[in-house]
């Protein structure tokens, strides 16, 4: 079963999910990639939504403007006091629910609306399930003033830093308008610590590591199926 296959159905699965698990009238963020455009498919195919649930709120313009061509209504998250749920994709997911995020460059508003949510549910195939973090290079938006100091950074952690870029070689840009360092080749054995440390430099905006704000629930796709990992409550999301 290809990658992309994986992806339809543990959306499918994750739209049953929600409207069977969420209560009626509740906004339900969602998240950004591949992955979470077949839920937004998925969710609108079932015609209920908007009749359901109040609304959503949107992590990057891309899937603002995927819910609005749907007809979904988006919701400013400065209008709304609580979430019940948020909905993504992940780059990487250890055991503990720990991921690393921002292959699509949203990592930024991702983490912001994760914060607000009391459930964090991931959505991904089992191709991202690893024991470790780190194969899929670390995400890190940061101001651009910062880039250098920060390269060094990365370098004196082991890591290598790769500023992203668009295809015509230009830095690739956030809907924040900042950039973006891809660090490769980090053994993240301490997600927590890890995050906390790069989160305290000059000049990150954010680092695509979601530990102190780890997901509750897993969606995973496979070839066998959907399982359904459940990581408990998260102390910090409240
Ligand atoms: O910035 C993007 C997000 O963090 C995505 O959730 C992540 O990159 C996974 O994307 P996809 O579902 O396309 O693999």
Redesign the pocket.
Known sequence: MSQDTL?RLVSQAAADYILTRIPEGAVIGI???????YLIDALASHKVFNARYHGAVSS?NATTARLKMHGIKVLDLNDIETLPVYI????EINHHGHMI???????TR?KIIAQVAEIFICI?DAS?RVNTLGHFAL?VEIIPLARAALSRKFLALGGRPVLRTTANGAPYLTDNGNQIIDVHGLQITDPVTLEAKINSWPGVVTV?LFAKRPANLCLLASATGIEMIEYGPCPQAS
């Open positions: 992806k998240g950004t990639g591949s992955t979470v455009n990057s993504d994709g992940a780059d995020k921002g292959g699509g460059g949203a990592l991702e991904a991202k995400p695509g």
